[in-house]
């Protein structure tokens, strides 16, 4: 079996097509693709449309168009067909359903049939006690019986994952090391919605397996999210994929970027005769720096300097001047 250090590299980004492109997240393709064309391998496209009510019409097509124009091509995507596909999540909901049903069958997940009013007292009491806002697992300890009782009369319900009562969940981060949390700390998570679309954390595992996404790269916000990830991937009985958490950009205040304070849509930028390669070169030096230390470089010349050991994990500062001066 080959090492995870000469394995054939598949890596992706994964949009929710909620908003514009935000230059944050080409940020993180920009790593994604140049890790993957460094190594020879395959860089995907996904588009994570499963919020059926925050999509935004036309904004697919303006990340695949970021994309285009930055250079960054794809081997897999929505548009671009592959051997893994549908690439739209909205388009592979019975594979999400089939996946959470082995998971109640093998007891690491089970029905909720709480209502949106009880969650909402809970999160409430919680709130005034101090105490962490997760669920209370009441549903866990229901009957068999009961469940497919309350099934039959076809009462809403979601489906939550059985986070063990003990021990601790543990991964490696690429670029922090060990990451360590208590079981009783993470939440029983709700995987599939009473609309029978998958939430983030059942898709997004569930396809990066299907798919054969070997190293999964994304913003540091996600790092809470990674131990119920792991444990998916537990029980399911699959290998995990490599982890690595980029830090988030910064305003020059060190608050998270936003568009209150810098444009933050990439195609503001072609809009506003701004070249490609410079949006690239700017991209490339947001918390990475270049083997010599030069501060002006080509897409390529960025893919064959890449390394994780000249990624910082302080959050790079979006700095308009030196925008400007690129």
């Known amino acids: 079996m080959a090492s995870k250090d000469t394995e054939p590299v598949r890596t992706r980004i994964a949009p929710s097509p909620t908003g514009e492109p935000h230059i944050g997240n080409m940020y993180v393709a920009l790593v994604d693709w140049a890790f993957a064309r460094q190594r020879g391998g395959q860089f995907i496209v996904r588009i994570e449309d499963t919020d059926r009510s925050r999509l935004l019409e036309g904004a697919e097509e303006m990340f695949l168009e970021s994309l285009r124009w930055l250079g960054l091509d794809y081997d897999e995507g929505p548009d671009v067909v592959g051997p893994v596909g549908p690439y739209r999540q909205s388009e ?54 009961e469940v497919k009782r309350r099934m039959e009369a076809g009462e809403p319900h979601t489906v939550r994952l059985a986070v063990p009562l003990e021990g601790e969940t543990q991964f490696t981060d690429g670029l922090r090391g060990p990451i360590v949390i208590e079981n009783q700390r993470i939440d029983d998570q709700v995987l599939l919605k009473s609309d029978g679309y998958p939430t983030y954390h059942l898709a997004n595992v569930v396809d990066d397996h299907l798919m054969g996404v070997t190293h999964v790269i994304r913003a540091e916000e996600w790092i809470t999210s990674t131990p119920k990830h792991v444990l998916l991937y537990e029980a399911f009985g699959w290998e995990p994929p490599r982890f690595y958490h980029l830090p988030l950009i910064r305003n020059p205040d060190r608050s998270k970027l936003s568009k209150r304070k810098n444009p933050t849509n990439v195609l503001w930028y072609r809009e506003q005769g701004y070249l490609a390669e410079a949006v690239v070169n700017f991209l490339g030096m947001l918390g990475h720096s270049m083997p010599d230390g030069r501060e002006v470089f080509t897409l390529d010349e960025f893919r064959e300097a890449f390394s994780w050991e000249r990624v910082t994990t302080t959050g790079p500062i979006f700095d308009m001047e030196k925008f400007e001066w690129l």
Do not use: M, N, V
């Open 92 to 145: 592979r909901t019975d594979i999400y359903r089939e996946h959470a049903e082995r998971l109640i069958e093998s007891g690491h997940a089970y029905r909720c049939f709480c209502t949106p009013e009880r969650l909402k007292e809970i999160r409430d009491e919680r709130q005034k006690s101090g105490e962490a806002t997760g669920y209370d697992r009441r549903c866990r300890a229901i009957d068999p019986d």
